[in-house]
């Protein structure tokens, strides 16, 4: 199971900003969406950052509403854990857990190319174990 099959089944669009964009900005596109984090790129789809609810917050305590007014790049996480399309599930889940983050963005050839979040992962880790279930109750049944 790897990152090209969530990819597959859920689809590659992503929703990104550049860095200039305002918190405040930021903050409306990721309640419009529903989402918890956008990838912030450059125009040829570069990842520069990731902003997270997260990073909302810690501006926010840090600046008060004065952050609304300030470029994403000054409060997006820099250093980013990005993951290919060949990477397995169960990498993801080291990934994330280990980096305490929830959302991934996929790269390819140097570019955004998706994004897998930690609801992705572990739907399609129940799906294996529910598969899993039956494909042994099956055997057991017909033995």
Same mark, same amino acid.
């Given at each position: 199971m790897t990152v090209k099959l969530i990819l597959e089944r859920k689809g590659y669009d992503v929703f990104s900003?550049?860095?200039?964009?305002?918190?405040?900005?930021?903050?409306?596109?990721?309640?419009?969406?529903?989402?918890?984090?956008?990838? %912030? *790129?450059? $125009?040829?789809?570069? &990842?520069?950052?990731?902003?997270?609810?997260?990073?909302?917050? #810690?501006?926010?305590?840090a600046d008060g509403a004065d952050a609304l007014w300030k470029p994403i790049s000054q409060t997006m996480t820099?250093?980013?854990? %990005? *993951?290919? $399309?060949?990477?397995? &599930?169960?990498?993801?889940?080291?990934?994330?857990?280990?980096? #305490?983050?929830?959302?991934?963005?996929?790269?390819?050839d140097g570019r955004l190319h998706g994004l897998v979040s930690i609801g992705d992962v572990v739907k399609l880790r129940i799906e294996e174990v529910e598969r899993e279930s039956e494909d042994i109750r099956s055997y057991i049944a017909t033995a």
């Open positions: 900003t550049t860095p200039e964009t305002t918190l405040g900005d930021a903050i409306v596109m990721l309640a419009k969406h529903k989402i918890g984090a956008i990838v %912030v *790129c450059d $125009e040829k789809k570069v &990842i520069k950052g990731i902003l997270s609810e997260r990073d909302v917050v #810690r501006a926010l305590a820099i250093k980013v854990s %990005v *993951c290919s $399309e060949r990477h397995t &599930i169960n990498q993801v889940m080291e990934m994330m857990t280990r980096g #305490r983050f929830r959302h991934l963005p996929v790269e390819k």
